[in-house]
């Protein structure tokens, strides 16, 4: 394993989306997503940010408004999956902020 992807995985956070916030995507089986959603999407500036199914998003360390970004997309839970010497409790901060519950997984 080469030292980038180690790197890679301490700094990834992955973004739990609640669906019953979220009416675009919140019919069952449906891929259709909103322009307004679509937009919001496009906007969000994190690191290595994707969608990774209809309920999951993934992406680097939040900073500035990023969580209020993920807030405006429906994003209700953020998991932090950093490792300690990695941890930055300002994020924690942004994300409570910014009203989504905030979880970091050691």
Do not use: C, W
Request: proline content about 2%; hydrophobic content about 40%; aromatic content about 6%.
């Amino acid at each position: 394993m080469s030292m980038k992807s180690v790197t890679l995985r301490a700094s990834s956070v992955a973004f739990v989306l609640g669906l019953l916030g979220t009416p675009a995507l919140a019919a069952e089986g449906t891929t259709t997503v909103t322009p307004a959603v679509a937009d919001l999407r496009s906007a969000v500036s994190i690191f290595n940010f994707g969608q990774i199914s209809q309920t999951y998003f993934r992406g680097g360390e939040l900073k500035g408004r990023d969580a209020e970004d993920l807030s405006r997309l429906g994003v209700k839970t953020v998991i932090d999956l950093r490792s300690d010497s990695d941890y930055e409790a300002e994020e924690a901060q942004l994300v409570s902020s910014a009203h989504m519950q905030y979880i970091r997984i050691r």
